[in-house]
């Protein structure tokens, strides 16, 4: 792909990521942040991703750094925001942006909740704004959620594609702009069905990580739940469902047990305990594992 000049908005914990994937996949990114703290950060993040992907050192003059939208924002093809998660303040920069940029310039969001339909509300040429969900870290997790809202055009849905694949991601058509799209529906729809486990005392939190991560978790990398379906056969799928879904959880809020936990200030890694207990080096350990795994599959996939 021809090498674009690429706007982020944000340079936090997502947007620097962001900036890094396009960067590594030859483009030049201006990323704009209001926050100064935020800017003189950004080179030291980003060499710490460099260094743990051993990437080609030469990406890191390709992003620059801007405390005003107007000149970063200039001539760019597409826009990725990834700035708070406050509908108003995404509105404004989405309206800011639709006078800084051509009416060809693809605005997209990479709000975790928020529809793109509400952010790009207040625009004239709605067609080109969409939502780019992407996961932390975006720049070792290759899945991209590309959603489509009622106004986005299906060439703004391709050409969104097509630059997030050319930079090794992994982006898939989501088709409607509900809620959780569809990453985190599954995720929630395990993690509802796992506390009410817990508080019901059927099992703990760590039989609940053993069961996943040992289990039907070790394979989903290599096996998704559709194709697991199809490989047992739909009618034991049937079967299966027939017996269990009436006994599955279907709370419509969060369980007491989780409301309780967040009441008692048992937040999780950062407070020492939350549906497990944690020392401060057996956190670490685990964001050390996550980190290493990731970065080793994405060197994999370099290979
Ligand atoms: N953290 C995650 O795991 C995750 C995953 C997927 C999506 N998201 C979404 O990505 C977005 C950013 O999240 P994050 O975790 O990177 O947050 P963050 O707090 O790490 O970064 C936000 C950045 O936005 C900057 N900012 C503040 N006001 C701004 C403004 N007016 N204009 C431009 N930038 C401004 C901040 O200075 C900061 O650098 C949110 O919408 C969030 O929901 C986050």
Redesign the pocket.
């Given at each position: 792909m021809k090498p674009q000049t690429i706007g982020v908005?944000?340079?936090?914990?997502?947007?620097h990521g962001i900036a890094y994937l396009l960067a590594a996949a030859g483009h030049t990114v201006r990323i704009?942040?209001?926050?100064a703290e935020?800017r003189n950060s950004l080179q030291t993040r980003l060499k710490a991703a460099l260094d743990l992907l051993e990437g080609d050192g030469a990406l890191l003059s390709r992003i620059s750094s801007h405390d005003a939208l107007a000149p970063a924002m200039q001539d760019v093809s597409f826009v990725f925001e990834?700035?708070?998660?406050k509908l108003p303040?995404k509105q404004q920069?989405f309206a800011e942006l639709e006078s800084l940029t051509s009416p060809a310039t693809i605005l997209a969001?990479?709000?975790?909740?928020i529809p793109s339909t509400r952010i790009g509300e207040k625009l004239k040429h709605r067609d080109r704004v969409i939502g780019t969900?992407?996961?932390?870290p975006p720049h070792l997790v290759q899945l991209v959620e590309v959603t489509q809202n009622e106004k986005t055009s299906m060439e703004t849905v391709q050409k969104t594609m097509d630059l997030l694949r050319d930079a090794g991601r992994a982006p898939v058509h989501i088709k409607r702009d509900i809620p959780g799209f569809v990453g985190n529906r599954l995720q929630h729809a395990i993690k509802r069905e796992a506390i009410a486990l817990i508080a019901a005392g059927v099992c703990d939190a760590d039989t609940i990580d053993e069961v996943v991560k040992t289990g039907f978790g070790a394979r989903m990398a290599v096996l998704g739940p559709m194709e697991q379906s199809d490989l047992v056969g739909t009618d034991l799928t049937l079967d299966i469902q027939n017996v269990l879904l009436s006994d599955l959880n279907r709370d419509t809020e969060p369980t007491q047990y989780l409301k309780d936990l967040v009441a008692n200030g048992k937040l999780g890694m950062r407070t020492g305990e939350g549906l497990r207990k944690w020392t401060p080096e057996a956190a670490d350990a685990v964001r050390d594992r996550l980190r290493r795994s990731l970065a080793d599959q994405a060197k994999a996939r370099k290979r």
């Open positions: 908005i944000g340079a936090g914990l997502m947007g704009y942040d209001p926050s935020w990834a700035a708070p998660e303040l920069l969001s990479n709000s975790s909740a969900h992407f996961w932390n």
